[in-house]
């Protein structure tokens, strides 16, 4: 596969929309749509930034800015993950929420961290800068941004079109699937602990 096609798909894979969106589900559920909008470009800003960021230093950032391991920054955010996944398990939805403020001005960077940055995402964006030229490496990621963005959008457009007539039967889907999704997202959690482990090892 073409280098360009290999990064772009392995960032949309990381971001999975549909899976980012019953995270979400309590914005999508509660902002209208030019709010939810504007909280997603925000968030898709400040997350390109981060990436742009890493593609252009690499792993340099960790061992010598940021004087971490790699495998340090592997393990910490598998647990930050884990820690979501058993909330979300356990509590729903409404754990998503509690972890964020009500306040739609700063819901920017508590969406783009942890939901979009991330260990994988970050290791992603060190990968593209590695195989990619800059520009191709900056298109990649402004492609996958704008690409989960716009899913994102169709998806709350669908919520929106049919919640009025079925909000009962969609509310149950919505908590069956989203605690389902958690064990997946703790199992991500819990391989990024032991991928660090090993690294450290």
Known sequence: MDPFMKSLALFLVLFNPFLMSIYLLDLIQDLDRRTFVQVLVR?????????LLFAWGGEAIFTNLLQVSFSAFLIFGGIVILLIALQMMFVGSQAIRNLRGGD??????SVAMPFMIGP???SASVLAGKTLSMAQAAAVIVLALSLTALMLLVLKNAFDAVKARHAGLLERYIDITGRAAALL??????????QGLHQRL
């Open 43 to 51: 968030a898709s800003a400040i997350s390109g930034s981060v990436f």
């Open 104 to 109: 739609p001005a700063h819901l920017s960077g």
């Open 120 to 122: 994988g995402t970050i």
């Open 185 to 194: 997202t703790g199992s991500i959690g819990v391989q990024m602990i032991l």
